[in-house]
């Protein structure tokens, strides 16, 4: 199993241009996270889905839409890309249920916008 | 408000010495605490998790304890190696119905050889 995995690894982007995040599991996970973690800091959340055609706002939404169409697969698309999204984005999953609250995460895509 | 956050930013050690991580919250309401490793260039791995409902627990080489008395959260490292070199994040969940975790902003772990 590869577990979470996310592409791009990397990508440079120009203001106001649109990308979108791709994030897939095989793990078949309910519940399906995106996190932006800058420089030194924590994670943030910023859109979660506890189920297919189920999307909710984290912390931090303003700039990202999500959809999840499939238990599989949460993209995550930036509309308009700005210098304060410059960030790393990382994509995880749980089981949900209530059994147990880990998440698994991926590797991790690093944007530079500019 | 709620908010997880660490004592210390960062901690170097020797290898071979325990290591103490510590972590206070302020949501009395938490009722699941995680921590996690985070290696440079990849994302966080679990290390272990407790729940309110427990004091200590135990993993290998690991160990974390709760006090809700006093809001805080500890992760031992027993004979620290060069690979526990890393950022630890410790997060917490709210009992509320919402899975979703709360992380706080990370201590870097330096193992000196």
């Known amino acids: 199993n590869a577990g979470v995995t996310q592409t791009p690894k990397f990508r440079i982007l120009k203001i106001g241009q649109s990308m979108t995040l791709q994030c897939t599991q095989d793990m078949n996970h309910n519940y399906m996270y995106w996190y932006r973690q800058d420089p030194g800091m924590g994670l943030k959340l910023i859109y979660y889905?506890?189920?297919?055609?189920?999307?909710d706002k984290g912390e931090v939404p303003n700039g990202y839409n999500v959809s999840r169409s499939t238990t599989e697969d949460f993209p995550l698309r930036l509309e308009l890309a700005a210098p304060s999204q410059t960030s790393v984005y990382f994509c995880?999953?749980?089981?949900?249920?209530?059994?147990?609250?880990?998440?698994?995460f991926g590797p991790g895509t690093r944007l530079t916008v500019t | 408000g709620e908010s997880v956050g660490l004592h210390l930013p960062t901690l170097s050690v020797q290898e071979g010495d325990n290591s103490i991580i510590n972590c206070a919250y302020s949501n009395s309401a938490s009722d699941y605490f995680i921590w996690y490793k985070q290696e440079s260039g990849k994302g966080p791995q679990f290390i272990i998790d407790?729940?309110?409902?427990?004091d200590k627990r135990q993993g290998q080489r690991v160990t974390v304890l709760l006090n809700k008395t006093v809001k805080h959260l500890s992760l031992q490292i027993a004979a620290t190696q060069p690979g526990d070199s890393a950022v630890y994040f410790c997060?917490?969940?709210?009992?509320?119905?919402?899975?979703?975790?709360?992380f706080g902003k990370g201590m870097k772990l330096t193992v000196n050889p």
């Open positions: 407790i729940r309110s409902n427990m």
């Open positions: 889905s506890v189920g297919a055609g189920i999307t």
């Open positions: 995880a999953c749980s089981k949900g249920g209530g059994l147990t609250y880990e998440q698994y």
């Open positions: 997060a917490e969940k709210d009992q509320g119905g919402s899975e979703k975790l709360v």
